[in-house]
């Protein structure tokens, strides 16, 4: 089973600031995401990765496959940024279904 | 940009009645999955659903649950007789196939029992 820790649980910042979340899970994967959830409660895909870096917009995500830890890193940051971001791993073919399992999620409020 | 697409938002029912929670996933995507999320906890897998019949299921999803594709659109997933802890939001999620396509989710519904 894997378990995927997510820290900090909570993040203030001022707008502006540059914000990293980290994700760290304990067996192999064949794919990480990022998801952003809204106050409303809706699921957003921001990324998906197996390997390296992608970046969208402000908006960049690693991963490191050897250490089995990912970070989302958020550049300038904006109040509109404010919401819950998790981690979640695909589980990796070889052990069965691929299912996603979640982090606890980190909430992130920027303030103006 | 494709949907998935969940109805109802929001539903609120007596403990010990049916509930059916339906979802139409975007229409060239092969794997469907039910997860949940109670309030202040993080999601969690229910069921995965490939090729009209259940791939894997969680503890959680036991006799009460169950999922249906009556139609090749819909995905549905009935609870048969609710408790007030499948107080939750139920989201629906499906997947085209192969490792590099990505999931997308619906918006959710917020199931209420009382």
Redesign the interface.
């Known amino acids: 089973k894997n378990e995927v820790e997510q820290s900090p649980q909570n993040l203030t910042a001022q707008e502006g600031e540059f914000i990293t979340i980290n994700c760290s899970y304990s067996v192999g994967i064949?794919?990480l995401?990022w998801?952003q959830q809204h106050p409303?409660?809706?699921?957003?895909?921001l990324f998906?990765l197996?390997s390296g870096k992608k970046k969208h917009g402000r908006l960049i995500a690693t991963i490191n496959i050897q250490e089995k830890h990912s970070s989302l890193h958020i550049t300038a940051s904006h109040p509109r940024d404010s919401a819950v971001y998790?981690c979640?791993v695909r589980s990796d073919?070889n052990f069965?279904?691929?299912?996603?399992?979640?982090?606890?999620?980190t909430r992130l409020t920027i303030i103006p | 940009e494709p949907e998935v697409t969940q109805t109802p938002s929001h539903q609120v029912t007596q403990m010990g009645q049916e509930v059916i929670l339906r979802c139409v996933p975007i229409s060239n995507h092969l794997y469907f999955y039910w997860y949940r999320q109670i309030l202040g906890q993080k999601v969690e897998f229910l069921v995965s659903f490939y090729n009209n019949e259940i791939s894997e299921k969680s503890e959680i999803f036991d006799d009460q649950f169950s999922v249906e594709r009556p139609d090749g659109s819909n995905f549905t997933l009935k609870i048969r007789s609710t408790k007030l802890e499948d107080s939750a939001m139920y989201f629906c999620a499906s997947r085209r196939t192969g490792n590099s396509d990505g999931y997308t989710f619906g918006s959710g519904t917020r199931l209420t029992v009382v």
């Open positions: 064949s794919a995401h998801l409303g409660g809706g699921i957003v895909s998906m197996s998790i979640a073919p069965g279904n691929e299912k996603l399992t979640f982090g606890t999620g």
